[in-house]
């Protein structure tokens, strides 16, 4: 049995979804919000169900949420909520939706106060990861543990997305900004 991500993708071999994830993508430090966005909107679809699922569903989430963009998504009207309710493509929860147009809306906020939600994630960096999960579900939907552990591992906020013997540790490493040499 995998003890890690990186175990795990290796046992799994080359042709499967999470290979490249794993190769370009999972703990990779990701600048734009809107994609910032994105990662969050899917670590919490991802919540009951398989990761390999979402990533098989990931282009249609992209698709049904405007390619993620913060603006639209924070507008969004109960017809469009409907119309994803009826998207087989993506994970069809009342709740999940709700949240998302609901964190878009928070993410708002946060740009309006703070710049960008990446520069909200640097000014509160670095923080315990039950400090983040208190951070978060104060401020967004649907955000528990593993979800918030999940996004901020992803996108390099929190150590361990990667073994230190994964080959893609080092490019991770290398592409991290200098605050992440303070944890």
């Known amino acids: 049995m995998a003890t890690t991500y990186c175990d795990f993708v290796q046992n799994a071999g080359k042709a499967t979804v999470h290979k490249d994830y794993h190769d370009r993508e999972y703990g990779f430090p990701i600048q734009d919000d809107n994609l910032l966005f994105a990662r969050l909107v899917l670590e919490i679809n991802q919540a009951g169900l398989s990761w390999e699922t979402i990533l098989k569903k990931k ?15 924070a507008r969004y009207t109960d017809k469009k ?5 009826q998207d087989a493509g993506i994970i069809r ?24 939600f990446k520069k ?7 923080k315990t990861k039950e400090e ?15 979800i918030v552990n999940e996004f901020l591992m992803s996108i390099g906020y929190l150590p361990g997305a990667h073994a ?10 290398k592409l991290k900004p200098k605050w992440s040499e303070k944890r």
């Open 81 to 85: 909520k409907e119309k994803l309710m």
């Open 59 to 73: 282009d249609n989430f992209f698709r049904a949420f405007d390619g993620f963009d913060v603006l639209k998504v």
């Open 132 to 146: 983040w999960v208190k951070l978060f579900k104060q401020t967004f939907r649907f955000t528990g543990g593993e």
């Open 120 to 126: 909200w994630l640097d000014k509160h960096h670095p």
């Open 164 to 173: 230190e013997t994964c080959p893609v540790f080092r490019k991770v490493l």
């Open 93 to 116: 929860n009342r709740l999940k939706i709700e949240a998302t147009i609901h964190n878009a809306q928070c993410i708002i906020q946060i740009q309006q106060e703070y710049g960008s």
